[in-house]
């Protein structure tokens, strides 16, 4: 943020979701739930994966880093939510609302790469079998997911940047839960025709360089499955797949929404984050389990292990 005698803002009021203390309470239950269940969802995939030797391949190993992720990404913005659906005023520093800002893409641009990632080994599994130990080898994951970091940490700082040097002067009142650098703009006095700009130019970078990989992994999927004489092999084709469409389509569908959609500061730029960061980090442990029966069969004995060391 620039300095001197233009800034006068030391900090954000949230709208938050509603200002009905009786709805605030209902909404503090339901999303404890939701981060609870988040919460004990993803941790259970970490250790299944971790504890399972079956599941030790290229394929869980992105599995159980999505996992982490979703961890991260909900914590980011979950605390926070539901501290603020217990208080009455709802604030938040500027330098806190930027670290938001910050970690919310980190986690989020990871993910995307990540799930980038998780269609090309799908891809890899599918369409060429016999060279899938080559084409996915543990060397490589590890460096295809040390690099989803470093390209997103890259991309955040970027994006952070272009609200760093903004001027806050008069409107501290930001129409959303949470800190995103949609809702930041408008506050802004300062001309931010240039920082829409190159957000919306990264933001679209992003996208293609993330979503074009899945789309060209997924058509060559989509061949290669037709090929099959099987129905059987043609079904347990897809359902390795479907979990991972399922994942990509509630991901990108709501990101899209809220980053490349002019903020209007309407329930849709709330209900398209709380998707990303709130809802789909729930539902992926569910859709990889619910739809994997390695998974279920794995699930089964860590808990059954569990439960005996109380018995």
């Known amino acids: 943020m620039a300095s001197g005698n233009h800034s006068v803002i030391t900090e954000f009021v949230l709208i938050g979701l509603s200002s009905n203390p009786s709805v605030e309470a209902l909404l503090f239950v339901l999303f404890l739930a939701i981060y609870v269940l988040t919460t004990l969802g993803n941790l259970t995939m970490l250790l299944v994966i971790r504890t399972d030797a079956h ?13 982490f992720l979703d961890l991260c990404l909900s914590s980011v913005t979950m605390p926070k939510l539901l501290k ?10 500027i330098e806190g609302c930027l670290t938001q800002v910050f970690f919310v893409f980190v986690t989020a641009g990871t993910e995307a790469f990540l799930l980038s990632m998780m269609a090309y080994d799908r891809y890899a599994a599918i369409c060429h079998p016999l060279l899938y130990g080559q084409m996915m080898s543990n060397e490589l994951c590890v460096k295809l997911v040390l690099l989803s970091w470093a390209l997103a940490s890259v991309n955040s700082v970027v994006i952070v940047l272009l609200a760093v040097n903004l001027d806050f002067c008069e409107s501290q009142t930001i129409h959303h839960y949470t800190c995103e650098l949609p809702s930041l703009f408008p506050l802004s006095c300062s001309d931010i025709s240039i920082n829409i700009d190159i957000l919306i130019v990264i933001t679209l970078l992003h996208v293609l360089g993330t979503f074009t990989p899945i789309f060209l992994s997924y058509i060559r999927i989509v061949s290669a499955i037709l090929s099959i004489s099987s129905t059987t092999g043609r079904s347990k084709a897809f359902s390795t797949c479907s979990s991972h469409l399922i994942a990509v389509v509630l991901f ?3 990101g899209l929404v809220r980053y490349l959609m002019p903020t209007s500061g309407s329930s849709l730029d709330m209900l398209s984050s709380l998707q990303y960061s709130v809802v789909t980090p729930m539902l992926n442990p569910l859709i990889y389990s619910l739809k994997n029966v390695e998974v279920k069969v794995a699930v089964k004995k860590t808990w059954e292990k569990f439960l005996q060391h109380f018995r």
């Open 252 to 254: 990108f569908g709501s």
């Open 55 to 67: 599941l030790h391949t290229p394929m869980y190993f992105f599995l159980s880093n999505l996992s």
């Open 84 to 93: 603020d659906l217990l208080s009455e005023k709802k604030t938040i520093s």
